[in-house]
Antibody, heavy 121, light 107 residues
């Protein structure tokens, strides 16, 4: 059974940094691309970033490019999101997700329970 | 970016009804479309991929159709547990984009 468990969320001041983690189990982690998707309070879903199975390819939403960095540790089945220069508009629940890929694009079949990031002074 | 537009934004229906939600892409996306269900305070759940393929374990009361720019999600014989928000998402081209969501409420 695929399990994705996020951690690392919390309250941070504007301009601060936070590192999110996602612990994966139930599948061969290094064979699958992984994504972060976020949801601001009361709003819809927004894709944030995707990383290929080997970690060699990364993709980012324009809204986070240059501030966020996605990475993975295939030895320990972990996905990370380093978030710098945080803004109030980054306040959201952050989900990690994975699934099969088609044409290089990830189909988000499995989702974690999410971790809340609040950016406020 | 490819814009995804869902309609309606909200929908009221009775238990036992059949409802259809529409998703339109701003450009052709072949069949690279997924549908998700989300209940309050919970993570999204994948229902359908490739426009019409059911994810494992998803009941056949959910069905999807469409190709190109116009897609539909149909839910038959609504039960109380089906009342939730539904989102479409294209995975044809980066960045992946979601529709704004459709909130399905009990009438």
């Amino acid at each position: 059974e695929v399990q994705l468990v996020e951690s690392g969320g919390g309250l941070v001041q504007p301009g601060g940094s936070l590192r999110l983690s996602c612990a994966a189990s139930g599948f061969t982690f290094s064979n699958y691309a992984m994504s972060w998707v976020r949801q601001a309070p009361g709003k819809g879903l927004e894709w944030v970033s995707t990383i290929s199975g080997g970690g060699g390819s990364t993709y980012y939403a324009d809204s986070v490019k240059g501030r966020f960095s996605i990475s993975r540790d295939n030895s320990n089945n972990m996905l990370f999101l380093q978030m710098n220069s945080l803004r109030a508009e980054d306040t959201a629940v952050y989900y990690c997700a994975n699934g099969e890929t088609e044409g290089g694009m990830l189909i988000h079949a499995y989702w974690g329970q999410g971790t809340l990031v609040t950016v406020s002074s | 970016d490819i814009q995804m537009t869902q309609s309606p934004s909200s929908l009221s229906a009775f238990v036992g009804d059949r409802v259809t939600i529409t998703c339109r892409a701003s450009q052709g996306i072949s069949n690279h479309l997924a549908w998700f269900q989300q209940k309050p305070g919970k993570a999204p759940k994948s229902l359908i991929y490739a426009a019409s393929s059911l994810q494992s374990g998803v009941p056949s009361k959910f069905s999807g159709s469409g190709s190109g720019t116009d897609f539909t999600l149909t839910i038959s014989s609504l039960q109380p547990e089906d009342f939730a928000s539904y989102y479409c998402q294209q995975y044809h081209r980066y960045p992946p984009t979601f529709g704004q969501g459709t909130r399905l409420e009990i009438k």
